[in-house]
């Protein structure tokens, strides 16, 4: 042992411990699982238009009952009230209506086609259209999305042709991807939807830096991005949060809060201390908590934080209260960890059942439209699939040329993913000699 | 593009400049050239960075193209991409590449995949800059070579210059490419080169005396590495300070060594390699990174590959140890004359 001072240990200077019980350790449990009756009486949904409507230029500090509050414009008969209600036109309503129901068609049938084999995995967006909806009619066709993997009903409102999110979840020869994608991560820069990751949150810094980039360049654009809940806990929530903060990017931040991450409800990202909204507050940005399956509110939230970010009033977080109605994907099973009445009991509604009510007691809708709308919806939906079939199914064939697997990497191929390239079409040989096409 | 070789001390003006003036003038000029070329980072705006690589940007370009950022790596790189999505050039700095980590998920899951997974829709014409490698006295937080991480990611490029005329025709290349490039830069020698002794700490720059730099505009294509001297005896391969390191070593053992500074990891310049093999039939690789999966490995596969008939010996890889960077011990861990001499020795035993 090397020889010096002799050591004498610390000084103690704190309280004695005594006699304390032991410490425990907290684990978040939901409030009800499989067989469980549900009772949502814990949750406070406040009555519809109550809630001031602060100025766009507000300071930030004056959003911040909202955050714990939940913007509500849809009252319990429909029927839009408050200082909230964005006064949408007829029109308008109608158009977010069919985009609502053309997203739900489209979701069952190509889950569906997942279940027939044709693809590989699926996602359905099934109780949570009006967040996607909405925030596609309130920004302007060019501000930039930079979605997670429910905001299908996004290009769908933007017209995007159905066809071609076909091709891409059946990675044909038509897939604009080229068949390297996972279903459902569409990109496509013409309609303002950024290429979408599996690794959770990364696109929240990231639309940050877009924004960022617009207001370097003076333009006019903004940029909007979506995490759920759950990715809210990575440290990619809290890079963008700083970096939007910081530099009052003109970026709208948004959490979609429906309960489940797979199989961890909302307590594992934080839900039991505080709602999600409430964490702009400790960034000094403005923040909204909206009823998700209000898509008046939602429109009106998403109008408010878009007209904010606009006029280089900030950024602004919104979470989205709404709730999963299906599983996580085709690959999950939500009857193993939930109650099956916790869709059916949900104390905010239905989306689409919400606004055709309201639309109805407008006297601009009837039952009779909506059936009429549903049909031409799944008519749709099934032409865009018979199209897109003709293109081939996942599986079926090796729909791109070898050689696409090696494109892209770089701009140019380097030799040695050249040389990898004659690798795999010297084995197509020997490994599937039956493939002609 | 004005081709290296017609740039030279006699046909264009110079200017002596270290490493980092070089870099300074590589950004100055892109930044003049291309109002899409931004910089950011920590301590990269008023201050002009902890190396002062961006001394004096901010004042010229203001601070929206020029700028510092909050401690976050993750938000640094993550920001960028989106910028790049726009349609920016981005030249993010990570002040210590020891501290890239929190940002890795970004620069390796989304920016090296964005072209590939949007089949070209998006790319990421990103720059990340950071000093790396050990002989400053930084400890096991601000010594590391972790370019072999990167080098094993698709779609990043991976450049280390080891001259302040290399790293200014580098740097141009790297923020003109439209694909992400790491562009990591040896401290050691940023203020000049050395010879390979800790009490020797430099000398001129070699090539390029007191490293003389044309002024204004060119470019060094990467993918091509150079011969930093021709030799019969060995190839050596390396990069980064190593190249100055081999140097004075194998000059000092009196060994025609031929020297090869491959500039950039990915892509590779193997034909310059395998030619000099060829040539030679000896091989040595140098590298400061720790041993196990290092860049070297890689290398010495190679080589052996396709060069294994014209090989006299084995290939030998001399690298630093797989321990983190050892603060007061750092010269011991320092591939230098000892484990290199060593290595030439058996590669010349018979």
């Known amino acids: ?437 | 593009m004005i081709e290296e070789d017609s740039v030279s001390l006699h046909d264009a003006p110079t200017r002596q400049m270290n490493m980092i003036e070089a870099i300074n003038d590589a950004l100055d000029i892109m930044m003049a050239r291309d109002p899409d070329v931004v910089t950011f980072g920590e301590d990269v705006g008023y201050f002009g960075g902890v190396f002062r690589a961006t001394a004096n940007l901010q004042k010229k370009y203001g601070r929206n193209r020029v700028f510092d950022t909050p401690i976050n790596e993750c938000g640094i790189i993550g920001a960028a991409v989106g910028m790049a999505a726009y349609g920016l050039r981005p030249v993010p700095e990570i002040q210590f590449a020891d501290y890239i980590y929190p940002g890795m998920d970004q620069l390796v899951s989304e920016a090296a995949r964005l072209r590939y997974r949007s089949a070209a829709e998006f790319i990421a014409p990103i720059t990340v800059r950071s000093p790396f490698g050990g002989g400053i006295f930084g400890g096991q937080t601000h010594s590391q070579s972790p370019e072999a991480l990167f080098t094993h990611v698709s779609g990043l490029k991976t450049v280390i210059p080891a001259s302040p005329y290399d790293a200014k025709g580098l740097l141009i290349a790297a923020i003109e490419d439209n694909d992400p490039v790491i562009f990591f830069e040896p401290k050691r020698i940023y203020n000049g080169p050395f010879d390979g002794y800790y009490d020797r700490p430099s000398k001129t720059w070699k090539g390029h005396p007191l490293g003389m730099v044309p002024e204004g505009y060119y470019s060094i294509p990467l993918g091509k590495a150079r011969i930093v001297q021709e030799g019969s005896a060995l190839t050596v391969v390396t990069y980064g300070t190593m190249v100055h390191v081999a140097e004075a070593v194998l000059a000092e053992k009196g060994v025609d060594a031929e020297i090869i500074d491959l500039r950039t990891l990915v892509p590779l310049d193997l034909e310059a390699v395998e030619k000099s093999v060829e040539k030679t039939g000896r091989c040595l690789v140098i590298h400061e990174a720790t041993r196990t999966s290092g860049f070297g490995a890689e290398l010495v596969t190679l080589v052996q590959e396709r060069c294994f008939y014209h090989l006299e010996a084995p290939v030998e890889r001399v690298t630093g140890f797989d321990t983190p960077y050892p603060h007061s011990l750092e010269w011991a861990y320092f591939p230098g004359p000892v484990r290199i001499g060593e290595a030439v020795d058996r590669l010349l035993k018979d």
Not at chain 1, 79 to 105: H, I
Not at chain 1, 127 to 145: K, P, Q
Not at chain 1, 286 to 292: K, N, Q, S, W
Not at chain 1, 351 to 377: Q, T
Request: aromatic share 10%.
């Open chain 1, 1 to 437: 042992m090397a020889s010096g001072p002799t050591r004498t240990g610390p000084t103690r200077t704190g309280k004695s411990r005594g006699n304390l019980p032991p410490l425990d350790l907290y684990v978040p449990e939901p409030k009800f699982r499989p067989g469980d009756p549900v009772d949502y009486s814990h949750l406070e949904i406040p009555a519809a238009g109550k809630l001031a409507r602060p100025d766009e230029g507000c300071a930030a500090s004056e959003t911040w009952p909202l955050t714990l509050d939940l913007i509500r414009v849809l009252d319990e008969n429909d029927a839009a009230v408050g200082a909230w209600n964005p006064n949408l036109d007829p029109e308008t309503l109608r158009r977010m209506l069919a985009s609502m129901a053309l997203t739900r068609a489209f979701d069952d049938r190509m889950y569906r086609g997942q279940r027939q084999g044709k693809t590989s995995f699926y996602m359905k967006s099934t109780g949570e259209e009006a967040v996607s909806i909405a925030c596609a009619h309130a920004l302007a066709f060019d501000d930039m999305v930079f979605p997670s993997y429910r905001q299908q009903g996004i290009l769908i409102a933007r017209g995007y042709p159905l066809v071609e999110m076909v091709n891409q979840i059946y990675s044909n020869r038509a897939d604009p991807l080229k068949g390297r994608q996972l279903p459902i991560m569409y990109s496509a820069k013409d309609y303002g939807f950024f290429s979408i990751s599996g690794n959770l949150a990364t696109q929240f810094p990231q639309a940050v830096g877009w924004a960022m980039a617009s207001a370097i360049k003076g333009d006019t654009r903004i940029a909007t991005s979506f995490v759920g809940e759950g990715s809210s806990a990575e440290g990619d929530f809290h890079a963008a949060m700083t970096f939007a903060a910081v530099y009052n990017a003109p970026v709208v931040l948004n959490v979609v809060n429906n309960q489940w991450a797979i199989s961890s409800f909302s307590g594992f990202a934080g839900a039991e201390r505080t709602t999600f909204a409430a964490r702009a507050a400790g960034y000094g940005i403005a923040g909204l908590r909206v009823d998700g399956n209000d898509i008046l509110a939602v429109y009106a939230a998403m109008e408010w934080a878009a007209n904010r970010a606009r006029s280089n009033q900030g950024p602004t977080l919104i979470e989205h209260f709404t709730y999963r109605a299906e599983g996580h994907s085709t690959s999950d099973d939500p009857t193993a960890y939930r109650s099956a009445h916790e869709r059916e009991e949900w104390p905010l509604g239905d989306p689409i059942m919400r606004l055709k009510k309201h639309l109805i007691g407008l006297g601009e809708w009837s039952e009779e439209r909506h059936a009429e709308m549903d049909r031409d919806a799944a008519e749709q939906v099934k032409a865009a699939t018979k199209e897109a079939e003709k293109n081939g199914i996942l599986g079926h064939g090796l729909h791109h040329p070898f050689h696409t697997m090696f494109e892209d990497v770089f701009e140019e191929l380097p030799w040695h993913l050249e040389e990898q390239a004659d690798q795999a079409i010297r084995e197509r040989q020997s490994k599937f000699p039956d493939w002609k096409d």
